[in-house]
């Protein structure tokens, strides 16, 4: 039998990723349309601990959707790893009355939200916050168009030198295991290559398509690098290679790093955001529990965490057909 939900704590755990904030507002607000008490979480999981809590009401949240980061914060929690951990952080939820919580995070956040449900059957909903895209029943996660957006933009700044000096770059961008972010980055910026973790392709490929661009009358080339790709060792030692064996190319390397992460968030993260916000409180006084909230087909849709835990994301095969054409 459900219980009467009274109080919802929300948190962000993990990375911070832009459209958190938005989601937090969206929570918080639609927690107080529905006339029910909402609590502040900060630094995830260790704040849960330590019972680092704060009622939060609509006006709380005032002028914090066009915000990057986090304002509830996020921190790394072994404690919440271990029984006794978990266990203290019950005890500060029951002290405090919250009686469920939505967090806002990836699949290392869903995997600790449903251990803890497990053992003390307490109801939470999630809500996918990363820039990788990479979590299972969600065609798009919070904070993975900014990302886009921020990517895209520094590899036209990087363009123009590229273009001015008849260089190569290798551009490094976020995505350690998978490579949503290199994929569409590369299209949208109009790279001559593309190394991700799902088309390991080799050395010898990056050559053969590197010489094929010079033949056509290219005098630069932008590469882009997800961080997980094994082609190399890292974007340095490509750069080492394509140096000794093409020595045609003046080569430089530039990783993109955590700004990927930061700035204002985009207007559809922050609309997506405040739907989410919505479905997920709303879900949660239905009864219902352990679920994630996702986007398909422009549509919210509800997803098992141990499925979104578990599932893989698929790279867009016809994406990938897509830049083959336009590399041309």
């Not at 990938?320 to 054409?325: A, D």
């Amino acid at each position: 039998m459900a219980i009467e939900i009274k109080k919802i704590g929300v948190f962000t755990s993990g990375g911070d990723s832009p459209g958190m904030n938005a989601a937090i507002r969206s929570v918080v607000r639609t927690c107080a349309y529905h006339h029910i008490d909402c609590v502040g979480i900060f630094r995830g999981y260790q704040g849960m601990i330590e019972g680092d809590f704060k009622p939060m009401d609509a006006r709380s949240v005032n002028n914090i959707i066009n915000k990057g980061g986090t304002i509830l914060k996020s921190a790394r929690c072994d404690d919440f790893r271990t029984k006794e951990g978990r266990k203290q952080a019950y005890e500060q939820l029951k002290a405090e009355g919250i009686d469920a919580f939505v967090v806002i995070g990836g699949d290392g956040s869903f995997t600790g939200a449903m251990i803890f449900d497990q053992e003390y059957d307490f109801p939470f909903m999630g809500i996918p916050g990363t820039i990788d895209n990479d979590i299972f029943g969600t065609t798009f996660t919070l904070g993975f168009d900014t990302a886009l957006n921020t990517v895209v933009e520094a590899i036209d700044k990087i363009r123009d030198t590229a273009s001015s000096h008849n260089r190569l770059f290798f551009v490094e961008v976020m995505g350690r295991d998978v490579g949503h972010i290199a994929l569409n980055a590369g299209v949208g910026a109009g790279a001559e290559e593309i190394l991700i973790p799902e088309e390991n392709r080799g050395l010898d490929h990056l050559l053969e398509s590197l010489k094929r661009s010079k033949l056509s009358g290219k005098s630069s080339s932008i590469v882009i690098v997800a961080e997980g790709d094994k082609s190399g060792k890292n974007v340095f030692e490509l750069k080492e290679y394509v140096e000794e064996h093409l020595p045609i190319y003046d080569v430089r390397v530039s990783v993109l790093g955590h700004m990927q992460r930061g700035g204002p968030p985009s207007c559809y993260d922050r609309v997506l955001a405040s739907r989410m916000g919505v479905k997920a409180v709303e879900t949660l006084l239905e009864g219902k529990k352990r679920l994630m909230v996702g986007v398909q087909d422009n549509k919210l849709i509800l997803t098992p965490i141990s499925k979104a835990i578990k599932g893989h994301t698929k790279m867009e095969k016809e994406l990938i057909r897509v830049f083959e054409i336009m590399k041309t």
